[in-house]
């Protein structure tokens, strides 16, 4: 990235670490057991986020520390890390699909669009966008069939859904019944929901880093000196909480559809259009938004989580110092 760019990109040009600096070895080893680590703390987010998408309106009522309480009580804390084996087994090659995606697209993208003439944040969003789309895409292949069966994991035993033995298990019944397409049960809404949001994630994320840079008066006369670390890394976990924000609002509608059409049982054949409309004759159109607050939570706690780590992973996997 030109250091030359006005305003907070030359701030943010002193901080980036471009994917061609990088000791890919390093990079995903390391990165695996980071990302691991932050999936395993906010994990049970996705659990009661899933629970209450599929709940029924009696249980929509009491609330989602009502939903936690139950799961504790009837499981304990195992209760909220069900479908947690199978997420981690699929997790590391999809993570190494995205953001191997994600940096190479990025790259591409910002030279695809350096001749027009944009203001850096909207080069940013544009550019961002494009590669966290790019990157859900290439992903969804290995994510889709671990989402469908995690979520039938996390819901097995809850409002009348079926109890399985273990991912294989989920999976082996899911094949004898709709055969290998049934573990890509949704996907169009899969990548409908998670191509936008990681594009409106990205988006916002690289948007919004060069709004505060520039907020904070780095790149003007006055302030021509490198960030802190600290300051970095709050810039970027400001992005990263505004990012969760914004991504959350736009697709969770599509997200509820989505878990609703995965986690339903196989003598079920409903389409996306019955499920709009069960959802709005049991609460109206903020059914389609059920789970929002933990979405919210999720989303803007693994960005930030996932940002700052991913930053640090930049950093320590380097391969000449940089500030």
């Known amino acids: 990235m030109d250091s030359s760019r006005s305003g907070g990109a030359q701030a943010f040009a002193q901080t980036e670490i471009n994917w061609d600096k990088l000791d890919k070895t390093k990079f995903y080893v390391v990165g695996a057991g980071l990302f691991t680590g932050i999936t395993v703390a906010l994990y049970p987010v996705s659990v009661v986020k899933t629970r209450m998408q599929v709940a029924s309106r009696d249980a929509m009522e009491r609330g989602a520390s009502s939903l936690v309480k139950g799961i504790l009580r009837r499981d304990g804390i195992a209760g909220l890390y069900r479908g947690f084996g199978t997420v981690i087994t699929g997790a590391v090659p999809a993570r190494i699909i995205f953001l191997t995606s994600l940096e190479t697209t990025k790259i591409a993208s910002f030279k695809m669009i350096e001749p027009f003439q944009l203001s850096e944040p909207t080069k940013a969003a544009i550019a961002n966008g494009l590669a966290g789309m790019g990157a859900s895409l290439c992903s969804q292949a290995v994510f889709v069939p671990i989402d469908v069966v995690s979520q039938k994991l996390m819901v097995q035993g809850f409002s009348g859904h079926a109890n399985y033995n273990g991912g294989l298990d989920v999976a082996r019944r899911i094949i004898k019944s709709d055969g290998i397409r049934g573990l890509y049960r949704g996907f169009g809404l899969s990548v409908m929901t998670y191509s936008p949001s990681s594009a409106v994630w990205w988006a916002s994320y690289g948007s919004s880093q060069r ?19 600290s300051s970095v890394m709050l810039v970027q976990a400001t992005g990263g909480i505004t990012a969760g924000a914004v991504a959350s609002c736009v697709t969770t509608p599509l997200d509820t559809i989505k878990t609703r059409l995965q986690v339903m049982n196989h003598e079920k054949r409903e389409s996306a259009r019955h499920v709009i409309k069960s959802l709005i004759a049991e609460d109206g159109w903020k059914g389609l938004y059920r789970g929002l607050g933990p979405r919210f939570v999720s989303m803007s706690a693994w960005g930030t989580s996932m940002i700052l780590a991913y930053e640090y992973l930049k950093r320590m996997c380097a391969k000449h110092e940089v500030v």
């Open 211 to 229: 709004l505060i840079w520039s907020f904070l008066g780095y790149g003007t006369d006055h302030k021509e000196s490198v960030p802190s670390i």
